[in-house]
């Protein structure tokens, strides 16, 4: 069995990375306010940077 099938992903790709401490304490915080998944928050946030970059 693949690992997307284990996990159940389908439209999404697992990612592993590490971030700076005090970004990742506010993207915690703000999920938690916000109750937005972090995954979502990620996906929001890639989108930015990438169309920032874009130009």
Do not use: F, W
């Amino acid at each position: 069995m693949s690992e997307k099938n284990k996990r159940g992903l389908t439209t999404r790709k697992p990612l592993s990375n590490a971030i700076d401490k005090e970004l990742y304490d506010r993207l915690d915080q703000l999920h938690k306010e916000t109750k937005v998944p972090k995954s979502k928050l990620l996906d929001e946030a890639i989108e930015l940077l990438l169309e920032k970059r874009k130009g």
